[in-house]
């Protein structure tokens, strides 16, 4: 980085303070060293990193509530972007830095060292340094394209839902169609992307799917399969190479879809969404893709408890769930759900044979206006053992210290709308065997010895 080379590492002191689920507080200072005069310019510094990070949804069209497309709305908008990246809450992707794998794929956070730029772009306030050495506009997809789409082409099949038109305010709403997917053999799935379209993304707060089979008399039994999960503000998932997530034969579409009429935060569109309709997009692999062990998407976590919860007024509550499988699995993402009161939730793995107990992932500043699966680079996701325990937890908070919270005073317990809370956890994973753990094994320990 520029800024880096000119002023030296050694005059970069970054103080970084966060305050357990703080992040409204949390603030990273910087602080150059006297004497030196450090330049840090938009043109030279900051384009870059605001283009490669912000720009894709700060534009017209795109679902930022401003645009950050050139130096004028940087210059605008400078103490809010300040605000955003130092506090970590923008680019949208929760998860601890300082806990836990920290290799993932599709991940959105800045870098220490980038959100010091802005910072100090700000304070020194917010030239525009020489046009010169402004960088080009990135080439960016188009703002209703899939987000794979750059990476893996467009979707070998889309399916929509049928169009609903959602009110301006009122409760909850649900939408439940079937559609046919038109694949006729079993397929393995490469990538999969829930996309509402247009306006609908403000109003969308879920939409899960499942495989089901048309039967003779026209009703539909599920096959098992689940297709996929999308909460506001998911990318999409990806799934490992070398594995298969089955999609059935001949197999229907059965929507889930979860609206919240006037939309939710900023993203609130406060007006009549017409013809809402809410696409998957799937990505498939070639039918002679060969594989080993199946992958799927599931439900963990507080699973049966969960219908128990009840967050008193003014409350806090914690959750646990348990989980150990009899054959070893990878784990290859994480994404904790729950709504407003959900504060922090994290995953650990528990090795009863040696009492030892790793966090994997955390986190600690939830907000339900975006979910992301964490996806787990492939030489760190997690390869557990038969029999050693996945400890899923949340932290619920209905006091009025949680800025997402709409009223402390109500009591809150376990539903499906909004206003209601839920604890579990959807995890990504591969189901191995014996021979197919210990080789995933010994393929690390020899990767591990050609870096060191
Ligand atoms: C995935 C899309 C996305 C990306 C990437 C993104 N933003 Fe945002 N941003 C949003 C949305 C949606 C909101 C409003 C909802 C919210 O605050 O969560 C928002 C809100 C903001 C706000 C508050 C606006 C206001 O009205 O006060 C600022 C400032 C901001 N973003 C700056 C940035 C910066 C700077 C980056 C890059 C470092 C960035 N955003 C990256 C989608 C995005």
Redesign the pocket.
Known sequence: MALQNRIGPAALALVATFAFQGAAQAQVTFASADGIDVDVTYAADVAS??QK??T???RPG?????N?VDYDDAKR?AR??R???SNR????YYYDNDIGIQELKHD?R?SDEDINTIVEWVDQGAPMGDPADMPAMADLPDTEEWSFTPTLGTPDVVVPSSPIDVPASGLDLWHRPFAPIGITGDRCIKALQVKPSGNAKGVVHHANSTFQLRQDDGSFVGTGDRATEYAM?KLGELIPDGVCRVLPADSWLRWDIHMYPGGL???AADEVIHDNVVELGIWLHPEDYEYEYKQDLGLYGFMEGQRDLLLPPNGIEMTEGLKSFDHPVRLDSFQPHGHLRLRSASLEIFYPETGRTEVISMVSNW?A??HQSHIYEDDVAPLIPAGAVLVMKQWFDNTAANPNNPDPDQWVDYGSRTADEMSHFWLGVTHLDEDGYDRLVEERKEKAKIIS
């Open positions: 990193i605001i990070n912000c894709v949804c700060h795109g679902i930022g509530p401003i950050l908008y809010r972007i605000r955003q990246v809450l923008m680019p949208p959105w800045l503000g935060g900023t993203l907000s206006v975006w």
